[in-house]
T-cell receptor, first 114, second 109 residues
């Protein structure tokens, strides 16, 4: 199993550009989430999904869109990049059937918006 | 006020010593609690869940104090490889996982 994979690993954008961060998991997990991590702020939940076709907003959803057309994939779209979106983005997946609710994280995407 | 707060550290610990640190939370309805470990420029990985009765995993001991609303992590016989940032996480009353900003531990020879 590859676990949770994310692409790209690094990205530089100009203000106003759009892009999609890819996330895929091969563990057949129902739950998938996107977090951003900034110094001193910890991990903050952007959007999450409890299954294919179902998404919901987290703590900091503005400026981001998500969709969940399959169990495996959960892309995060930046509509019009802003310098405030410079961050490290982590995708995570988990299964409600696992009693300890372990979140499995991808390796992260480091995004710089100029 | 943040829902989950941690002392950012760093906690500088001599090899072989014991270190302990806490994580406080504001929502008394919070459910499950966890400790995650994050190495520099890597993704977080689950270290251990925290049970009401407290639990041990080798050199690591986690405790939950619901009355005072904090969880703790104690590391005994610290190893150089224990140097990392430790994130506490909890599942809130809406079922969402929230994290603290992390406590940095640096184990020195």
């Amino acid at each position: 199993n590859a676990g949770v994979t994310q692409t790209p690993k690094f990205q530089v954008l100009k203000t106003g550009q759009s892009m999609t961060l890819q996330c895929a998991q091969d563990m057949n997990h129902e739950y998938m989430s996107w977090y951003r991590q900034d110094p001193g702020m910890g991990l903050r939940l952007i959007h999450y999904s409890v299954g294919a076709g179902i998404t919901d907003q987290g703590e900091v959803p503005n400026g981001y869109n998500v969709s969940r057309s399959t169990t495996e994939d959960f892309p995060l779209r930046l509509l019009s990049a802003a310098p405030s979106q410079t961050s490290v983005y982590f995708c995570a997946s988990s299964s409600p059937r696992e009693w300890d609710e372990t979140q499995y994280f991808g390796p992260g995407t480091r995004l710089l918006v100029l | 006020r943040k829902e989950v707060e941690q002392d950012p550290g760093p906690f500088n610990v001599p090899e072989g010593a014991t270190v302990a640190f806490n994580c406080t939370y504001s929502n008394s309805a919070s459910q499950s609690f966890f400790w995650y470990r994050q190495d520099c420029r890597k993704e977080p990985k689950l270290l251990m869940s925290v049970y009401s009765s407290g639990n041990e995993d080798g050199r690591f001991t986690a405790q939950l104090n619901r009355a005072s609303q904090y969880i703790s992590l104690l590391i005994r016989d610290s190893k150089l490889s224990d140097s990392a940032t430790y994130l506490c996480g909890l599942v809130d009353s809406w079922g969402k996982l929230q994290f603290g900003a992390g406590t940095q531990v640096v184990v020195t020879p």
